[in-house]
């Protein structure tokens, strides 16, 4: 059974803790919060701590904080040998600051609090410094999951950049249509199942050979209709858009 320590108490910490203690091939001996508030519905299932001088012996240390805080925390793991991990997409491996065993445990999903999560749908990106630690984490992984891959830092920070566009930038992209919705009393439910259908249809084209609308059609007095109907932000970044995929339709 592996042994497991989870220092951190936001969604991503609350999330593997959750799923730790459903599976038999995981201890959760302990999890840290330096705001113990954080944890305290957890109580039950583990001990806990705010305080990381008591940190207790485990097989892996789960860091799951703030990218800033990432260095400062490892930096005060000195455990027995212990893995060492962090959560982080965007920050190196070497950014881990303890002596000993060092490693990555990325989820590459975006985690709700209070939001069920299905961990055998969430790649698990994974990376250590030698094999044995890699197998390690690749059984705290399966334990909880099935979509194991192996990705080094260089490729996890690429990775993560690009869940920036396909996420963060995508759900951007519904805030400005649900604001030009709700400025127009148009409900924004009514986009929905185009939403779905969208996110559907990559599943089984590649993103490329999905793309449609004026852009792609190159149909310039749809395009000047619609700049026309939006406010300055708005018209900078559809042209903005409007041009990326012209240029990149030009690649077909």
Do not use: W
């Not at 459903?22 to 299932?45: D, F, G, P, W």
């Not at 703030?66 to 260095?71: L, M, P, R, T, V």
């Not at 050979?209 to 939006?230: E, F, V, Y």
Request: aromatic share 6%; proline share 2%; with cysteine.
């Amino acid at each position: 059974m592996i042994k497991v320590v989870i220092i951190g108490g936001g969604n991503v910490a609350t999330h593997l803790a959750n799923a730790f203690s459903k599976t038999n091939e995981v201890s959760l001996v302990q999890m840290y919060a330096r705001n113990i508030e954080q944890i305290q519905h957890l109580k039950e299932a583990t001990p806990i701590t705010n305080s990381i001088e008591l940190l207790i012996k485990a097989d892996v240390y789960i860091i799951a904080v703030s990218d800033d805080a990432i260095g400062d925390v490892s930096r005060k793991i000195e455990q027995k040998n212990g893995l060492v991990v962090h959560t982080s997409g965007s920050v190196a491996m070497q950014s881990l600051q303890n002596t000993g065993r060092k490693g990555i445990f990325y989820l590459l999903q975006s985690f709700s609090k209070d939001k069920d999560v299905n961990f055998d749908e969430i790649p698990f990106c994974l990376e250590a410094e030698n094999e044995e630690d890699l197998q390690l984490l690749e059984a705290l992984a399966k334990s909880i999951g099935k979509k194991i891959y192996r990705i080094n830092s260089e490729q996890r920070k690429r990775l993560h950049v690009a869940a920036v566009f396909v996420n963060n930038f995508t759900n951007h992209m519904y805030k400005i249509g649900a604001d030009i919705c709700n400025e127009h009393q148009v409900p924004f439910e009514v986009l929905l199942p185009l939403i779905q259908e969208t996110a559907q249809k990559i599943t089984e084209l590649s993103p490329k050979a999905a793309q449609t609308g004026p852009a792609k059609r190159n149909d310039q007095k749809t395009i000047q209709n619609h700049l026309a109907l939006l406010n300055a932000e708005q018209q900078e970044i559809y042209k903005l858009i409007t041009k990326s995929i012209q240029q990149n339709g030009k690649e077909l």
